[in-house]
């Protein structure tokens, strides 16, 4: 996965995400609205506007639990390798990084090659 900062104007791009895994997602973002009230709001918003698929309908690209996404970061050209993982099993050092997180929630249900934002 490509990801960067766009330029200005361009539009968010599109969200797909498993139906029965974004009810988890947004459940978690409920949970989590008093600690973690920014990442709850981006994940909440990207649910509503995404469309929803089957498993056999999901486009093979899109980011959900359990992807490996490589990235770089264009600030720093750095690359980077993660796995987006549920709150529990979430541990930087060795790449796993929670749904809810900035990170997390900006790259679930990108496709590969996109480019994006976030806080």
Do not use: C, W
């Not at 909440?44 to 486009?59: N, S, V, Y």
């Amino acid at each position: 996965m490509n990801m960067g900062i766009p330029h200005a104007g361009d539009a968010r791009p599109p969200i797909h995400l498993l139906a029965a895994e974004s009810n988890m997602v947004a459940n978690l973002a409920l949970q989590a609205e008093h600690r973690h009230p920014v990442v709850a709001a981006m994940l909440l918003e990207e649910i509503e506007r995404a469309e929803l698929h089957d498993p056999d309908t999901l486009p093979k690209t899109a980011v959900t639990i359990g992807s490996q996404v490589d990235f770089v970061d264009e600030k720093t050209s750095q690359m980077r390798s993660i796995e987006l993982v549920l709150p529990a099993k979430a541990n930087i050092a060795v790449g796993r990084i929670s749904i809810l997180t900035p990170m997390g929630a900006a790259l679930y249900g990108l496709a590969s090659t996109r480019t994006l934002a976030y806080p």
